[in-house]
């Protein structure tokens, strides 16, 4: 994209931005990986992301100083920038598997009432 502005060419770099599950989903990792508070965007609002969970993030308005306004988005809803994300580590695919079906194993453990009877 190039804008020309009183005969100077200014070159403009469009920044795309994509949903935060897509991010972690390519990356083959976990959202404990994403260093926070990081930037993102929700419903075209800019807003600090404060916690990755499984499904979810804790976010912040931007700039907001009352810390009551705390909500929680699915991580489909939020936008990112993913060459501003930091990473503390990158999980094997195999540990990435081992997670998952871990997971997996405890939640259906959970819906069939079997959690707490070991």
């Given at each position: 994209m190039k804008l020309t502005i009183r005969g100077r060419r200014i070159i403009a770099i469009a920044i795309q931005l994509l949903p935060l599950s897509s991010v972690i989903a390519a990356r083959n990792t976990v959202g404990e990986a994403l260093k926070v508070p990081f930037a993102a965007e929700?419903?075209?609002q800019p807003v600090e992301v404060l916690a990755v969970l499984q499904r979810t993030a804790i976010v912040h308005p931007a700039g907001a100083a009352v810390w009551d306004q705390r909500g929680m988005v699915r991580l489909t809803a939020l936008l990112v920038d993913p060459e501003r994300l930091e990473w503390l580590y990158q999980l094997?695919?195999?540990e990435f598997q081992r997670r998952r079906k871990a997971a997996f194993?405890?939640?259906q453990r959970k819906s069939r009432g079997e959690a707490g009877q070991r």
């Open positions: 929700h419903q075209d094997t695919p195999a194993s405890i939640s």
